[in-house]
Nanobody
């Protein structure tokens, strides 16, 4: 089993920044692609970003490219999501997820955290 715990969410004004963290325990962290998804009220869960085992490959949804950066520290079993230039439409619960492969579809993920709420005010 793999346990994921997100932190770092909160309330921020538009244009501001937040850094989300996801601490992972259980099986070998470095074996997994790590992903961030988000879900706004009344909407489906959507892919945000992903990073390969080594950190050498990253993937982003178009609307966050240039604003969000995903990274990982395998020594700390932690993945991060640095979010800059936040917009009200970024408001959502952000979830960390793990899978042995990269995928941008939520149902493909093997493990999930419980999420952390990000609220961006205009």
């Amino acid at each position: 089993q793999v346990q994921l715990v997100e932190s770092g969410g909160g309330l921020v004004q538009a244009g501001g920044s937040l850094r989300l963290s996801c601490a992972v325990s259980g099986r070998t962290f470095s074996s997994y692609y790590m992903h961030w998804f988000r879900q706004a009220p009344g909407k489906e869960r959507e892919f945000v970003a992903a990073i390969s085992w080594s950190g050498g490959r990253t993937y982003y949804r178009n609307s966050v490219k240039g604003r969000f950066t995903i990274s990982r520290d395998n020594a700390k079993n932690t993945v991060y999501l640095q979010m800059n230039s936040l917009r009200p439409e970024d408001t959502a619960v952000y979830y960390c997820a793990a899978d042995v492969n990269y995928d941008n579809v939520a149902r493909a993920m093997d493990y999930w955290g419980k999420g952390t709420l990000v609220t961006v005010s205009s």
